[in-house]
């Protein structure tokens, strides 16, 4: 067991009024137990919270009027993590849960369908099981190149598997494709964790559906997985993104801390961090890793 705790600031101008869907908070998850936590929103307005008791995932909602809008999120969280097993069984579809066959489908940012051949080309051969997983996790660390900058929050995996580059969310979403092209049931978990390069951020990694349980798998190598605070579950980024925004804003400042006690804290002050893009759509614009 050990102990992490988390500073989150982000800074914001607000030129409308605009509606706020914050995705920040550690998730209920019995891997992790949440000791303190404190969310401070200025100005001082109202908020709804929510949690999907499918996924532990939890939502913060607000108003925001015209100025600045800064959110501060301050937890410590003691995370208990048990060893993997040396030998899991992939799961036959017809004996996969109702609950967990979602994650076998293609999603916006991971088409498994098309990319199926490619999969079976280069894992189709393996052994099943926890070693041929074992050998995507090896592989997209040796193929893929970290890359801040390079792809954005349209990128798809079919996209890096071509560029050969990305972001954690790229190396996760290009798991969970391979994975989920091969029928084994993959999806996206996103957190916090200590890490030295590059500057400090949100970390994505792919969590497969192994012997009736999932584990977790990071194709970058960025940090030790059973470290990771957990803050979203989703099919894809689509479903985790730390901030939605409804309305004229702009970015000002993105500052996390993640202290383990036992490593330096590591902080990143940063407008427009490399691994952070903006999509508009309409009325809407989503923040994504």
Known sequence: MHTATIDLLLDYEVTHPAHFLFHIEAAFHDAHRTVEERLSITPSMKVRTFCDERSGNRFVRLDAPKGVLSVNYHAKVEINTGPQPL?????????????????LMPSRYCESDVMSRAAQQLFGHLPQGLSRVRAIEIWLHESIYYMPGFSNSTTTAQEVFVQRAGVCRDFAHLGITLCRALNIPARLVVGYVYFEEPPQDFHAVFEVWLDHQ??????????????LVRVGTGRDAKDVAFATIFGGVQMLRKE?????????????????????????SGAGMLYDL
């Open 87 to 103: 030998h899991l069984d992939e799961s036959p579809v017809t004996s996969v849960p109702d609950d967990v066959l979602r994650y």
């Open 214 to 227: 999932w584990v977790q798998f990071d194709g970058t190598k960025m940090a030790p997985l059973d470290r």
């Open 256 to 280: 996390l801390m993640v202290d383990e006690g036992d490593i330096p804290a590591s902080k990143q002050v940063n407008a427009t961090p490399p691994a952070l893009s903006l999509v508009s």
